[in-house]
């Protein structure tokens, strides 16, 4: 998981772990967005089958958050 402070993004990598745990990364993402950050959720699938896709989708996150 990463953050980017610039842009208050949050990048939340999930594998299989994070099924069973939905609510708690819920509570934790409202919590977060109290703050001001965003949370980009990516499957671990995703990025794996799609990582060109994912990339332009957080620099787009990056350039709308500090514009």
């Given amino acids: 998981d990463f953050y980017c402070h610039g842009a ?3 990048l939340e990598l999930d594998g299989l772990s ?6 708690r ?3 934790r993402d409202q919590h977060f967005a109290t703050q ?6 990516i499957s671990h699938d995703e990025l ?4 060109d896709g994912v990339c332009s989708t957080i620099h787009q996150l990056c350039i709308d958050r500090t514009s």
């Fill in 8 to 10: 208050s993004l949050a």
């Fill in 48 to 51: 794996l089958t799609n990582l």
């Fill in 18 to 23: 994070h099924n069973d745990r939905a609510d």
């Fill in 25 to 27: 990364d819920l509570t």
């Fill in 36 to 41: 001001g950050i965003l949370t980009f959720r």
